[in-house]
């Protein structure tokens, strides 16, 4: 989980160095073509090609719209913050699953998972900076959309998961971000400067090396105890920012973060206590 964690950071410090100089729209798709390949290539080697193709195409069709959005809002949020500020208001996505499933899947929220609901969205006031100049700013705004749309795609992914396998999922999502922002992005398209396909090679290498480090965590482990290491992505963050834009969060965003982590880690422990106690 730490290694497809630190991929991921790669995959998005790849993206952020491409943001002065392409539309958010076209990042997007820049990040499905590239790890489409990789990506096929393991899914038609682990499975049988056919499970690959017996979907729910509907439900599959609506993820690859949320994933468009999700990425393409998140580079617009690394366009104008930094990896560590990003980080921290995506953070709230976990919570934000926990809130939806409520409406969206029928399972009941007790008070403690509000409460720490409640008290991760006072850590994203506090990191957002209500007296300076980051409160409602358009790059935390959407971050924090970004978040919303992982949000729902997980929610999705629950409900796929009860019929599709993880290669399918995988696979048409990166195919339909390719395929779906590159046609949004298309009217406005900026040719590829040659200095630029480093950074997008690694963004298709470790986004597709993330995807599969991250399958065999949640094969290997319970999601419970590996969840909290997705929380690593701040150490990561504030270690690309130092090391290739000399930036470092201010200590709004440190405080805001240790109190979406501290929610975030509470809400995943009570839900395994909670798990454990329905089904010793």
């Known amino acids: 989980m730490i290694a497809a964690v630190g991929l991921f950071s790669l995959m998005d410090a790849g993206m952020k160095w491409l943001t002065p100089h392409y539309p958010p ?5 820049l990040r499905g073509l590239a790890s489409a390949p990789l990506v096929f290539l393991w899914a038609v080697v682990t499975v049988a090609p056919v499970t690959l193709v017996r979907i729910r195409w509907s439900l599959h069709l609506f993820r690859g719209v949320l994933s468009i959005f999700m990425l393409a809002t998140f ?14 208001l995506f953070f709230i996505a976990p ?34 900076r209500p007296s300076g100049n980051g409160f409602l700013g358009l790059g935390s705004i959407a971050a924090l959309a970004s978040a919303f ?3 729902l795609s997980a929610i999705t992914v629950r409900k796929l998961g009860r019929s ?10 990166t195919v339909m971000v390719g395929v779906g922002a590159g046609l949004l992005a298309w009217p406005d398209w900026r040719p590829i400067a040659t200095q630029h396909w480093p950074a ?13 480090a991250i399958t065999i965590a949640f094969k ?17 963050g504030v270690a690309l920012d130092w090391l290739l834009w000399q930036t470092l969060p201010d200590r709004f965003v440190l405080i805001g973060a240790a109190i979406i982590v501290a929610s975030g880690v509470y809400l995943i422990r009570h839900e395994r206590e909670h798990a454990e106690a329905e089904h010793p």
């Open 25 to 29: 729209m076209q990042i997007a798709a």
């Open 75 to 88: 580079a617009y949020a690394l366009k104008r913050l930094p990896l560590a500020d990003a980080y921290t």
């Open 95 to 128: 919570l934000l699953i926990t809130a939806l499933s409520a409406p969206l899947l029928g399972e009941k929220v007790g008070a403690a998972r509000w409460a720490a609901i409640l008290v991760g969205l006072v850590g994203v006031i506090v990191a957002m």
């Open 149 to 151: 749309g992982y949000a």
């Open 164 to 173: 599709d396998n993880t290669q399918s999922m995988v696979l048409w999502m």
């Open 200 to 212: 997008i090679a690694l963004i298709g290498v470790s986004g597709a090396l993330a995807q599969y």
């Open 220 to 236: 290997l482990g319970e999601a419970s105890a590996i969840a909290p290491f997705e929380y690593t992505a701040l150490a990561w």
